[in-house]
């Protein structure tokens, strides 16, 4: 993979979706819950991304939620290409 950022970005995106359609929580409720900052939250999601977030909370939220863990790294084939 040409650019880490790269990655950063898709799993931001796919996060903001999870967050949405499964979670069904605005950001401040989603920080709240998970005892995250919700400006945190929001540079996760956002197209200029620059940190990454760790397996370990990733896991925590697909546990915490119940869904898939995979789903965080949805259309990971098409970066590799």
Do not use: C, P, W
């Not at 040409?2 to 409720?29: S, W």
């Not at 869904?67 to 098409?78: A, H, M, S, T, V």
């Amino acid at each position: 993979m040409k650019n880490t950022y790269v990655l950063f970005n898709l799993i931001g995106q796919n996060m903001k979706k999870i967050r949405k359609d499964i979670i069904k929580k605005t950001q401040e409720k989603l920080a709240e819950d998970v005892n995250m900052s919700r400006s945190f939250l929001s540079h996760l999601e956002s197209e200029n991304v620059d940190v990454g977030v760790s397996l370990d909370t990733l896991f925590y939220l697909s546990q915490k939620y119940n869904f898939d863990i995979r789903l965080f790294f949805d259309g990971y084939e098409k970066l590799l290409k």
